[in-house]
Structure formats: C-alpha cells, structure tokens
C-alpha cells in the first residue's frame, strides 16, 4: 500500500512539474548582415537577483530553445563576441510558451559601444556620450504630456515652470527629431506633445554643427534633449485644445494642432493666458545667423564686448519668470520638409507675442563695509509691454554624399514700453537716514535684427579629411527714447545736506552690422586620429549715440546735456586660428586643442573728437578624456580656459546721471582676465536592478578676475570701478541617483549638489574675501501603479552661509527646507483626483525677521468621457491655503540681499479639454 501512494504521488509530482513548465525560444541573427550567429549565448536570469538560472548556445541557425521553465520573472540575456548585449524582461506562466522571434543583434562599432536595454520598466540605452531612455517603459497617466514623462525619468527633473535639468545641467533645447520645434522655447514641445506619441528621449550635449561634422569637439556644448516620435505617429494629425476660466478674471485658452504627411510636418499653436503657465518663454539662446548680432557679446576667441549701456528700456526679452501679473498673447506656425530622397530639406518657423506685465517688489540689501554696516531698502511699481515677432527659415541640399549646403536666414522686430517707479532708502547700523531717493521713468523703442548664415561641408574620398566653410552676416538697429525724472536727498549725521534732481528726455540709437567667415579642414592622422585646422575673420562696424536734453524755459526738452550726451562709432577686426587633435579608441575618446584670436578695437567719440584704440590676445586651450569601462558606464575629465578682455564700460565708461547715489567710474589699466575650469563627469546604470548613478563636479579660477572697487562714504553714496583681483575660484558638485527598491516596487532616489565660492572686491580700499556656501541635500519617493495611482514625495534641505573678511562676525547663515508631494489617483466613473503640496521653510534670521514659510496647495478632480477618453472637463483650486508668497534671497560678494514681489495667488478654474488625433487610415482617441 505504502509503495503505490508513493508511486502515485511520483507521478503527481511529474505531472504538475511538467504542467508548469514553460518554454522560451527564438532565433538571433546580425542586422547588418543578414547572417545567423550560431553559438551565440542565451541566458536565463532570476529579476529579482539577476542570478544565472538556465542558459544555453545557438545553434548553426542561430535557433535556440530552453524548456522545463519554471513559471516567474526573467530576464533574458544574448551576448555574442563584438555585438552590444540584447536584454528582455519576460514573465513565465504555467505553460507559456514565449517566442521571442528574431532577435537582431547589433555590432558595437555601429552602435558606438551602445548596450540595447528592452525592459518593462527603466529602458536605457548608452550611445556615446548620450544616454537614452525608451518611452514606453515609463508609466504615465492617460494623455499625459511630454513634460510629465520627463518628470519620471531618471536623473531629469523638471520645476514648476517647466524649466528642464537632466543629469545636474539646465537644458538649453529641446528638439522633435532632431530639428527645433518652434525654435527656442522647450515648453511648447514639453507641455503641448503627448507622452504617448514618443519612442526615446534622448540626452546629450549637443555640439556645434561643425563639431558634429567634423568629428572634433571644439568646446561648444549646450545640454539637450530631443523627442524621437513612434513610426505609427507620424502620419496623420494630432492637438490639443482647452479653454480655461475662473475667478478673479483668470483663463487659459490653447490651441496646438500637429499635421504629418510622410516627411512633410505642418504644426500651429496659439495661447491667450493670464496665469504664466506656459508659451511665454521667448528667450534667444542662440544669436542671429549662428553669430553674434544682438551686442557682439563675448567670444572665447576673439570677442570683445562692444556697444555702451545705451538701452535704458531694459527687459527686451519678452520673458515671464513668474513675478508680476501677466497677460501673454503669442502664437506660430511651424513646417518642415524632406524631398528628392532626403537630399533637400526645409524648415520654417514664424511666431509672435504680446506680453503686458505688471509686478511690484520689495528689496532689503545688506552692505557690509570694513567700519559699518549700510542698508537700503526699495519699493519697484512697473508696467512692461513687449511686443515681437520673429521668423526664419533654413534650407539644406545635400549635393551628393560627400558635399552638403545649408543656409539660414532669421528676421525679427521688438517694440517695447516700459513704466517704472522705484523709491528707496539707506540707513547704516543705528538705523540713520543717509540718502532717499525717487525715480521715475517712462521709455519705448523698437529693435529690427537681421541674419544670415551660409555653412558649406565637404568631405572626400580618404575617410576623415573634411573640409567647410561657414559665413554669416549680422544687422541691428534700433531706437528708443526715455523720460527720466528722479529726485536724491543726501544726509550729513541726519541733517539733510543736498538735493540732486535729474529731470530730462533722452534718445538712444544704435546701428551694428557684422560679417564674419570661417574655414576648418580635417585630416586623419593614423589610424584613429585626426587633426583640425580652421582660421576665422570677423568684421565688426557700430554706431551708437545718446542725446540727453534738459528743460527750456518753454518747458520743452530742448536744451541739449553735453555732459550726458555721446556719438561714438567704432570698429572691431578679430583674426583668429585654431589647431586641434582629436583620438578614438576602443573604449577611450581623448581631444586636445587651442584657438588663439588677434583683435584691433578703433573708437571715434565724435562728439568730442577723440579717438581711442586697442589691441589685444585671447587664447582658448581645451582638453578632454573620455573612457567607458563598460557599456552602462562612463567617465569623463576635460579642461578649458579662455581669456577674457574688460568691456568698454568697465575701461572707459559713459558720463551718467542715471543713479545719482551709486556712480561708476572707469579704469584704463585693466588687464584681461584668464578663466580656468575643470569637469569631471561620471555616469553607471546597472541593467538589472535599475540602479542609475550620475555624478559631476566642476572647479574653476582665475587669473586677474574682474572684481570691485567700491568707495561709500558716510552718506551712503558709492563710487565703484572694476579692478584686477587674484584668488577668486569655486568649487561645484552635483550627484543624483535613483534605486528601484525590492518592496512593492517603489523607487528610491537622492540627490546632492552645492558650492563653495571664494571672491576678492575692495571695500573703501580694504580687500575683502567673501566666503560662500551653498549645499543642498534632497531624498525622493515614487510609485506608480497604472490606471490606478502615482505619488511622489520629495524633501530635503539647503544651507547658506556667507562670511566677509572685513567683518567676519557678520557671517549671515540661512536654511531652507522644501518638501513636495505629489498624488494622482483614477476613481471609478472615468474621475481623475489629483493633489500636491509644495511646502518650504525659512526659518527667521537677524537680518531677515519675517516668516517666510509657505504652504502651496493646490487640487483639481477632472472627468474624461467621449470615444477613447478624448475630452475632460477639470476643476482645479490654485493655492488653496492662500500662502503663497513671491520672495527670493541672495549672497554676492559682501551683499546680502532679499527681494519679495507680487505673484499669482488662489485661484479656481474649470477646464475642458480636448485631445484629438488621427493616425495612419482610421481615427483614434486619445488614449
């Protein structure tokens, strides 16, 4: 009896054992070739330990087969000598049988030395120097937008306005397919895409369009990320509409509408706001025709900055950053092209904007000087109205496959009016009256610029010798008239002493024109090297005057200032040259080289006859290596250093009345100044456990910095010029990981960044060392269950500390401690509820007496309904707990400042909502 219970349960056990087994099975092959890699290794691995659990060899198919698996969570892992490893994520059921089909591999020489990640959660790819995320494998919400995909990726972090940091770096551009989407403003891509339309998301630093061609980094890098779309998405049309109100007189209309027809892209936006949310970024990262037309601003090489402060309008930039109250108009339209097999392209973008705001502040300034200690107090009322249009175009033909041209054209026209009221006063450590001043000032004017830039590429038969020409040209004018009118009453031991009055009518005009060609060969130079020449001219010619006239005793401004007024023309002509030596090997990148420019500055004043001239060297040395231990991991160290030469204003600047209590000088003898800085740049993403790492750390000095002579006398008014100062350096870190943590699928993350800064001024002919430091510590929490909930909690801690060396007992330390929780729950009936709470402590200081805590609040519960959830309709609070509070603190030098302003409070607003969209041969909502 014994013996056939045990032969029974014998057989039970066999045949559950073999009930439950599974089978996984496929064929692997080179993509480029089209041949079957035979004896390829397949892996079987535990997911949750990465433990080897089964493997086996291809066979000469290519066709493998593993049998007799256990139902769980797997990976599995190919690898073939000289081909980037293929990991999947599979998940065994009893009796699965998982085909995984033809699993192409992909040689490392292609790949740059890429590892291909496909997994359920946390798909990245190393391809270089960029790291890429697959979009699929980060869970969102339903018709979520790109931003709040960003939001769930590691090492990218985005804030309340949209501005986007990936690994520790602000990024400058966001592209769709590697072409800008409306030129210079990310939230159009980042607010207006859908989540669910992307294929990757990819970071880099992007490099000049002469780097990329030639194969050596020249040292111009801006962090970037470009939005890869699905295959199935890009043949039809998508967009989105809202219409928002509520109270207090608040809206938010948007229209954003996408068309794709094969390589032919057609995209229109259209925004009316009045709560600063989005569209309203209009800053030009980038000059006109790829040069330097706005002011001729620094260059590395050979630039020097030109052009005095005429522009007392100020605020062209037609940017909001969330102080004051807007009301922002703006729209555009975008197309681009691709024909004759892609050889010819075209892209155009136009757009324009109207921005009125209006904003109060509030300032408190702590000056500490070697005897006392000063303080000023401000109040700002102002009303800016921006209005500017801008369009450009580019067209690229590629001739055949070894010669390319590309050209560009930019135009645009700014008209801005500006009114401004600030009153202030200075009072020193016994709280006594020293000066009190009012100004008052109304202005407008217009800007026209005009660009253009012609890039021709050519490479030839022997790999790596290239050669390109680049020339562009540069237009500016503008005008503008100001009326100024303020009044300064200066004290002696409390006794009022003097009255200064300034009550005139200025015009400003400036006309700048700027052309500039530059050539760069390449040559390989053995059998990983290569070498770079290039050679530069730049042409630089500018007219810029102001005329300032008082009151006649008509009452008109007639009467002209010759003290305050100015005609100058002058003229700029850099000659500069390069060399460079760029090596690749294996798993290391090493590049080296030097720029060295010539300029000759010639200045007429023709209001007063005089002439002026200067001539000067700038050197640019650079150096990087970069060496990748494995395929998830890299490290990289680089140096650069530039010479930088003192602008007009700081040698010779204007006669101004402009503010009469803090009056600048120049100084002749300034010499340039040398820049130094060092990054060390280290990346690790572990395949199985999902743990990412990035770390950066940067110190930078210099050799006869730019710092401050400042003189105040017992009135609280100061007489500054720059100066020659050694000794100045800082030291910046950034760190940010993130580990998926074994319970319930949680993800942990940390991050650190600060900075220790050092800086020499003179105070009434005393040096002082200002001592700075900023460190910041921050944890996170997130989970995400799909069709369900994500929350995320985020809290750290800043610490700020400034001491100067005249007064080292003044040292003035803060904390700041933000904490940020975010929740979004489904509910049954199609009911989204979100909330989240920003909450930040500032704990009191003897400087800074109020409470500065704050508790921002703010809630929505939206109902999707329609075919495929395409429209919402959304109600939403703003602030519900009315704290919020516009206010911002800042140390510089021995200057301790703290600035409160006007800023959007609670509000209540309902949303409706529509998500349309059309792919391929049938219409499909959002889903």
């Known amino acids: 009896m014994k013996k056939l219970f045990f032969l029974v ?7 559950t054992t073999w009930a439950q087994s599974a089978i996984v099975k496929g064929k692997v092959a080179d993509t480029l070739n089209r041949v079957n890699l035979s004896n390829a290794v397949v892996a079987v691995l535990h997911a949750k330990d990465s433990i080897l659990y089964r493997f086996q060899r291809t066979a000469g198919d290519g066709r493998f087969e593993l049998k007799n698996l256990k139902p769980g969570q797997y990976l599995v892992m190919i690898t073939y000598p000289k081909f980037a490893d293929y990991v999947e994520s599979v998940t065994l059921t009893d009796s699965t ?7 192409n591999m992909i040689q490392k020489a292609r790949l740059l030395q890429e590892v291909v990640v496909k997994q359920q959660v946390a798909a990245i790819r190393f391809k270089g120097d960029t790291t890429e995320f697959n979009a699929d494998s980060f869970k969102t919400a339903a018709n979520a937008n790109v931003e709040e995909l960003l939001k769930v990726m590691p090492g990218i972090q985005v804030d309340k306005n949209g501005q986007i940091t990936a690994m520790g770096q602000q990024v400058k551009k966001v592209l769709v397919e590697g072409e800008e989407f409306f030129g210079d403003d990310p939230t159009l891509v980042t607010k207006n895409l859908r989540a669910d339309m992307v ?74 706001s009045n709560t600063g949310k989005t569209g309203l970024n209009w800053e030009e990262r980038d000059k006109f025709g790829q040069s330097n037309a706005d002011n001729m601003s620094y260059d590395e090489v ?23 109250f807007p009301l922002a108009q703006t729209g555009g339209v975008h197309y681009e092209d691709k024909w004759n097999q892609d050889k010819q392209r075209m892209a155009a973008n136009a757009k324009g904007l109207r921005m009125d705001v209006e904003q109060w502040s509030a300032n408190l300034n702590q000056n500490v000087l070697n005897n006392t200690v000063q303080y000023s107090k401000d109040t700002n009322t102002s009303k800016v109205l921006d209005k500017k249009v801008r369009a450009d175009g580019m067209y690229e033909w590629k001739i055949d496959s070894m010669a390319t041209v590309k050209f560009n054209v930019q135009a645009g026209r700014d008209n801005h009016t500006s009114f401004s009221r600030t009153k202030g006063e200075v009072t020193n450590e016994n709280d006594q009256l020293l000066n009190e001043n009012e100004n008052n000032t109304s202005s407008d004017g217009q800007r026209d610029k005009f660009g253009t830039n012609l890039l021709w590429k050519q490479r030839f038969q022997k790999k790596g010798r290239t050669l390109s020409v680049n020339l562009s040209q540069n237009y500016e004018k503008s005008n503008s008239n100001m009326l100024q009118l303020s009044h300064a009453s200066v004290y002696t031991a409390g006794v009022l ?19 500039g060609g530059n050539v760069t060969y390449t040559e390989p130079l053995g059998k990983n090297g290569l070498m770079q020449f290039s050679y530069r001219l730049q042409l630089n010619n500018n007219h810029s005057g102001r005329s300032s006239y008082n009151k006649a005793d008509n009452g008109k401004y007639e009467e002209l200032d010759s003290l305050y007024s100015n005609d100058f023309q002058y003229n700029v002509v850099t000659n500069s040259g390069g060399l460079a030596y760029n090596y690749n090997y294996k798993k290391i990148r090493f590049n080296i080289g030097t720029n060295v420019g010539a300029t000759k500055y010639h200045q007429d004043n023709m209001f007063t006859g005089t002439t002026w001239d200067r001539s000067f060297i700038n050197w640019n040395p650079r150096a990087r290596i970069g060496y990748q231990r494995r395929q998830q991991q890299s490290i990289s160290l680089s140096y650069n250093g530039y010479t930088r030469q003192p602008d007009v204003n700081q040698l010779q600047p204007l006669v101004s009345n402009d503010n009469q209590i803090n009056i600048v000088v120049g100084n002749p003898a300034l010499k340039p100044s040398y820049y130094s800085s060092m990054n060390l740049n280290f990346s690790d993403y572990k395949v199985f456990t999902e743990r990412n790492l990035w770390v950066s750390l940067n110190y930078s000095f210099a050799l006869n910095d730019f710092g401050n002579a400042t003189e105040v006398d017992a009135s609280g008014r100061s007489k500054s010029m720059t100066v020659n100062v050694d ?57 995400f269950e799909e069709k369900k909930y994500e929350a995320s909690i985020r809290a750290g801690a800043r610490y700020n500390s400034t001491v100067s060396s005249i007064q080292q007992s003044l040292t003035t330390t803060y904390w700041e401690f933000p904490l940020n929780a975010n929740v979004t729950v489904t509910l049954p009936w199609k009911l989204q509820l979100n909330t989240d709470m920003d909450y930040t402590i500032r704990p009191k200081t003897a400087l800074f007496a109020m409470n500065n805590n704050m508790a921002i609040w703010n809630a929505g519960l939206g109902k999707k309904f329609g075919k495929g959830d395409a429209f919402e309709l959304r109600c939403s609070v703003e602030d519900l707990l009315k704290q919020r509070r516009g206010i911002n603190r800042n140390m510089y030098g021995n200057t301790v400042s703290q600035s409160t302003y006007g800023i959007i409070g609670r509000y209540a607003m309902v949303t409706f909502l529509w998500n349309f969209n059309k792919f391929g041969g049938s219409t499909a909502a959002s889903k």
């Open 199 to 272: 294929d990757k998301v990819q970071v880099f630093d992007k490099k000049s369009e002469q780097a990329d061609f030639t194969g050596v980094d020249d040292g111009e890098k801006s962090r970037t990320i470009n939005i890869t779309l699905k295959e199935d998405k890009k043949k039809g049309y998508f967009g989105k509409a809202s219409a928002s109100g509520g109270t207090h007189g608040y809206f938010d209309t948007q229209l954003m509408a996408n068309l794709f027809q094969g390589k032919r892209k057609v995209a229109v936006f259209g925004i009316a």
């Open 497 to 515: 002493d003097s009255v200064l009055t300034v009550d005139q009518h200025k015009l400003n005009t400036s006309e700048e024109s700027n052309i």
């Open 97 to 103: 049988l998982h085909n995984m089909g033809n699993v």
């Open 727 to 783: 000794g100045n350096r800082s030291i910046r870190y950034w760190m940010s990981g993130e580990w998926k943590l074994k319970w319930k699928g949680v993800r942990f993350g940390a991050e650190s960044n600060g900075e220790m800064g050092r800086r020499t001024d003179l105070v009434n002919l005393v040096k002082n060392i200002s001592n700075t430091y900023n460190v910041a510590a921050l944890v996170s929490l997130r989970k």
């Open 9 to 15: 349960a014998l057989l039970f056990t066999i045949q």
């Open 302 to 324: 050979g630039g020097y900055y030109i052009g005095y402060n005429n522009d007392d309008l100020g605020g062209w930039d037609g940017r909001f950053d969330g102080r004051g």
